[in-house]
Structures are given as structure tokens and as C-alpha cells.
């Protein structure tokens, strides 16, 4: 019931444009309406609107949801105006009807602009009334972004629709020095990784998301034990594979783990293999004392071995 009322508070709202482009195209070009009989008027103003609604409508202007739009949804509109004055000069020829050229031009123009106008307006009216509701910016965690790519923007984005995590994005690093210096979605790209550090203390940074997924392990590496340097909380997205969808979402951002640090894949172990090596005999470590012998003891003892020792010391 709520799409249906939208759908048709969509359709007033373009009669309502379309006609206000109509009068301003004839006001633009003659200054005044210039005389024409009732029924030109009439068949002038209707096949308009009739044309206008229904290449809205080819081009599915009334199902697109604008909350989202992108540069997808200003190609369907510049190509419904576009189609739209087409049809209309072939429809005001067959009817007979003398209409300046200029005046197609000017409804082009004037009818693009209202279907703008008209959706990205109330997504903007939209996103100024939840920033008015949503939390101060005092009680906001301060993010740094590390990398400026695809990944990296639509991150800025995902945080800036969810205004209940209170995570604001400020500041953005990549290596790439082309990038630097620049604005992604108004948000400056203040150098490469090595001033992570220095953007940090400089904004007072309190979490850092590293926003590079197609990036290659030894490099992320390098990256996050610069980030460790900080007291930021560190959190990062999955590989690219994961993200072949092309979309980022906020479940998809995740704390830092021990395998984004290793500097290379995490080796996945045969455990049936092992168990059946282990399982049931005595075990001998060497240097189990240690950090990498008592883990090693650990991962032993998950296999069930008859007995396990130290250098010979049961």
C-alpha cells in the first residue's frame, strides 16, 4: 500500500514538473504564452504529460528506489527526457500544431532538471532530517579509512548511512600517490601509510579500518603493524574474493585478526592426516618451554596422543 502511494505521489509530482517545464520552455522563448486556440492548448499540454509518463515509466523512474540512486538511475532520467522530446515533436507535427524549435530544446532541458530535481531532492531532504535526528557528533568514534578505492568509498558510504554505529569517517590513506591530496566524497586523502601515525594524533583518530581487499597479504601487513603503532582499534574487510558481489556492507567489517598479520595465507593443515599420525602414540618436543614449543604442545594434545614430553621428560 505505502510503494503504491509513493508510485502515485511520484506520477502527481511529475504532471505537476512536466507541466511547469512546458510553461517555462513558452515563458523563456516568447516571454508571454503565445495564442493558441483551447484545443491546441489542450492537445499541446495533454500529449506532454501522456508521452512524459509513460517513457518515465519505460525507463522504470517510478520503481527505482532514489534513496540509492546512482549514476545508473541519471543516465534513466537523462534518457526518458531525451525520448520524451522526441516523441512530443513528432506527436505536435502529426497534430498540426506550429511550436517554435527552440521550444523542444527548452522542455528538454527544464523536464531533465524537475526529474532531478524531484528525486534527488527529497533524497537529500531525506538524509538532512536523519542527520538532524541522529546522535551529536561529540558522541562519535573518529575513523580513519585506509585505502581510497571502490572498497574505500563505499565503506565512507556504508558509515554514513548507519549513523546508530556512530563511527564518523574523517581522514583517508593511500599509497597511491595520485590519490593524495584529494577529496572522496568530501573526505581528504592525507598521504600514504607511513603517516598513519601522524593522522592519528593530528584528528584524534580512535578507530582505523583498512578498506583494501584486492591488496596483496605482504602489503595489508605492512600496513596494519603500522596501524599497531597506534591506540586506534583496528578493523579490516575479507579478501576480494569475498567481495565479488561488489558490495561493501557494514556486517562485512571486521575486527583485526592473527592471519592479516602472518605477511602470507594462513596454511591450512590436513587434520585427518595428522590425527591418524598422532593419535594414540608418544609424542617427543623439543623445546617445549617456548612460545612455538608450548604451542605446538597444545595443537599436539588436540589429537589425542598416548603421552607427549619435553626433550625426554615426561
Not at 511520484?10 to 512546458?22: G, P, Q, R
Not at 537523462?78 to 507535427?93: E, K, N, P, Q
Not at 583498512?210 to 596494519?224: F, G, N
Request: charged content about 20%; aromatic content about 8%.
Amino acid at each position: 500500500m505505502q510503494a503504491k502511494f509513493r508510485k502515485l505521489t511520484m506520477v502527481f509530482l511529475d504532471i505537476f514538473f512536466i507541466s511547469l517545464a512546458l510553461y517555462m520552455a513558452f515563458l523563456t522563448r516568447h516571454g508571454t504564452l503565445p495564442s493558441h486556440s483551447l484545443y491546441e492548448w489542450l492537445s499541446i499540454w495533454s500529449s506532454l504529460v501522456v508521452i512524459s509518463l509513460s517513457c518515465n515509466l519505460l525507463f522504470n523512474l517510478y520503481r527505482s528506489l532514489w534513496q540509492y540512486a546512482g549514476i545508473n538511475e541519471m543516465l534513466y532520467i537523462l534518457c526518458a527526457g531525451t525520448l520524451t522530446c522526441s516523441l512530443y515533436f513528432v506527436a505536435i507535427h502529426l497534430l498540426h500544431i506550429h511550436i517554435a524549435y527552440s521550444i523542444y530544446f527548452l522542455i528538454w532541458v527544464f523536464d531533465i532538471v524537475f526529474l532531478g530535481i524531484s528525486r534527488i531532492g527529497s533524497r537529500i531532504i531525506r538524509s538532512m532530517l536523519k542527520k538532524s535526528s541522529s546522535s551529536p557528533e561529540g558522541n562519535c568514534k573518529m575513523v580513519l579509512v585506509v585505502g581510497a578505492g571502490e572498497a574505500g568509498a563505499m565503506v565512507i558510504k556504508e558509515l554514513r548511512g548507519h549513523d546508530e554505529l556512530g563511527l564518523r569517517p574523517i581522514a583517508l590513506i593511500d599509497d597511491d600517490r595520485y590519490k593524495q591530496g584529494t577529496l572522496i566524497q568530501g573526505i581528504k586523502v592525507y598521504g600514504d601509510h607511513s603517516r598513519i601515525g601522524d593522522v592519528v594524533r593530528q584528528l584524534g583518530i580512535d578507530e582505523i579500518i583498512i578498506a583494501m581487499p584486492s591488496v596483496p597479504r605482504e602489503a595489508q601487513a605492512d600496513i596494519l603493524n603500522e596501524c599497531k603503532k597506534t591506540k586506534c582499534r583496528l578493523k579490516t574487510l575479507p579478501g576480494v574474493y569475498e567481495l565479488i558481489s561488489g558490495n561493501v556492507s557494514i556486517q562485512q567489517i571486521r575486527d583485526v585478526e592473527i592471519e592479516d598479520l602472518l605477511g602470507r595465507d594462513p596454511i591450512d593443515l590436513n587434520v585427518e592426516n595428522i590425527c591418524g599420525y598422532i593419535q594414540g602414540k608418544v609424542v617427543l618436543v623439543t623445546g617445549g618451554g617456548g612460545s612455538i614449543g608450548s604451542e605446538l604442545c597444545r595443537q599436539i594434545a588436540r589429537f589425542d596422543p598416548e603421552a607427549a614430553s619435553d626433550s625426554g621428560y615426561l
